[in-house]
């Protein structure tokens, strides 16, 4: 049983730039939730989706971030306009329906670098 | 509100010693913690969770984690550390009564020597 996928694992753009990152959760899993870590910090929430569903953005940037997890294919993280302090690693988890005590299970992540 | 907190940036033990990493949190509902850890360049592996019932929770790769409510505390143990042990480990919190989204620590690293 294939893991949490994502890709690419290394992403560099330029200050500007629109990044897309994707995320293709465990099989049966239909939750998925997006984490940002910066250096030196530990993981903050962004956002968490269910298929065709936006449940809880509550950590998602106001402005130039969306998310989507559509009904085929893999959840989409795309950052508008990138600027510098974007940069960062970014982990997709995905957990699967049911109990809200289910542990989710982590990508390898995405490691964005904006110059 | 819902916080974690890991008071201990590094932890450095011998090999074949006992290890603690530190954890206490804050939640206004009942707390769902879990230990995470994260190998360099690597996504988080999940290691133990406790949800309800036995304060001590066994997980993955020999550890444990003790959930003390009098002291809202869910410090992980190994009785024997390894040098491959050696890895940066995060706890985090989510919220039994809202939301599902996980609350994490900033991580403690942990360093094993021979």
């Known amino acids: 049983n294939a893991g949490v996928m994502q890709n690419p694992r290394h992403l560099v753009r330029r200050r500007g730039q629109e990044a897309r990152l994707r995320c293709s959760p465990m099989?049966?899993?239909?939750?998925v939730y997006w984490y940002r870590q910066l250096p030196e910090e530990g993981l903050k929430f962004m956002v968490y989706?269910?298929?065709?569903?936006?449940?809880?953005e509550s950590g998602m940037p106001k402005e130039r971030f969306s998310a989507e997890f559509p009904k085929e294919g893999p959840s989409i993280l795309r950052i508008q306009q990138v600027v510098r302090g974007d940069s960062a690693a970014y982990f997709c988890?995905?957990?699967?329906?049911?109990?809200?005590?289910?542990?989710?299970?982590f990508g390898p992540g995405t490691r964005l670098t904006v110059l | 509100a819902q916080s974690v907190a890991q008071p201990e940036d590094q932890v450095n033990v011998a090999e074949g010693n006992p290890l603690t990493v530190k954890c206490t949190y804050s939640?206004?509902?009942?707390?769902?913690l879990f230990w995470y850890v994260q190998y360099p360049n690597r996504g988080l592996q999940f290691l133990l969770k406790?949800?309800?019932?036995?304060?001590l929770v066994k997980g993955s790769y020999g550890f444990e984690a003790e959930f003390n409510k009098s002291q809202t505390s869910f410090h992980l143990k190994k009785p024997s550390a390894l040098v491959s042990d050696s890895a940066l480990y995060f706890c985090?919190?989510?919220?039994?009564?809202?939301?599902?989204?996980?609350?994490f620590g900033k991580g403690t690293s942990l360093l094993v020597t021979p």
């Open positions: 988890a995905s957990s699967p329906p049911g109990l809200a005590h289910n542990e989710q299970f």
């Open positions: 099989k049966g899993h239909s939750h």
């Open positions: 989706l269910q298929k065709e569903n936006i449940i809880d």
């Open positions: 939640v206004s509902g009942n707390p769902y």
């Open positions: 406790y949800i309800t019932g036995d304060n």
């Open positions: 985090a919190v989510r919220d039994g009564n809202s939301g599902y989204a996980l609350n």
